[in-house]
């Protein structure tokens, strides 16, 4: 069984930023493509980023705040970067796992996701 633990959410003031890690266990790390995804409160899930060969960035997110995804096959992790967070970008983020490519992963498909870290953005 795949499992996927998230880490490095918290609280930070706009314009702040945070490093997300998400480290799997229980499978082929190389075998999917990885992303984040994000819910706030009363909101549908949303694709953030994912990165198999290519990497894809959400349009809701690409030119609000800087934003970088990135994995270490070393340790089996899969990191996201987030600079100039505003408050709009409260909301759980989860770490997905798709075994196929990450366009389509982008769309919504997943096979194994974690539990989610909290991110808090205060104005």
């Known amino acids: 069984q795949v499992q996927l633990v998230e880490s490095g959410g918290g609280l930070v003031q706009a314009g702040g930023s945070l490093r997300l890690s998400c480290e799997v266990s229980g499978g082929t790390f190389s075998d999917y493509a990885m992303g984040w995804f994000r819910q706030a409160p009363g909101k549908e899930r949303e694709f953030v980023a994912g990165?198999?060969?290519?990497?894809?960035?959400a349009d809701s997110v690409k030119g609000r705040f800087t934003i970088s995804i990135s994995r270490e096959y070393a340790k089996n992790t899969v990191y996201l970067l987030m600079n100039s967070l505003k408050p709009e970008d409260t909301a759980t983020y989860y770490c997905a796992a798709y075994m196929g490519d990450v366009r389509t992963m982008s769309g919504g498909a997943i096979h194994y996701r974690g539990k989610g870290t909290l991110v808090t953005v205060s104005s």
């Open positions: 990165i198999g060969g290519p990497i894809y960035y």
